[in-house]
């Protein structure tokens, strides 16, 4: 077995490598647009040829009855988040990576009527587009 040092040798300056790392949120206030359960709210939108590489929640205001959310995309609807409680005080974030091949958006789908929460909803994305 050998040991090919080709790449670790290769000294890639960051700024020759395609693509750019973006921070993006979105604060939703479901006390001025309430959903019913089973509503999915598109939140982020995810460019084609991007990398999602952490997903999150934080909860700003508590909703004031047990509520959930799962946290995903179009083609998962948990990928990022399962059961998000939205009547605590918490944060919740993935990161497991997803690469997107088509344009997509960060989803939420509520388990029952959301009426008071306000949240925010992260995520840090790796753009392989170069513009």
Known sequence: MATIEYFVNKKTPAS???GKVISTNAIIDFSTRNVSSGDIVQVLPISSGSYA?????????QEGSAVTVKVGDGSDDDRYGASVNLNT???SSSSQPHYYETD???DLV???AIANAKIE???LVFSTSVE
């Open 16 to 18: 020759s490598i395609p």
């Open 53 to 61: 590489i952490s997903v999150g929640v934080r909860v700003l205001t």
């Open 89 to 91: 005080a918490t944060e």
């Open 104 to 106: 997509d958006t960060i």
């Open 110 to 112: 509520a388990s029952a």
């Open 121 to 123: 909803v992260f995520a």
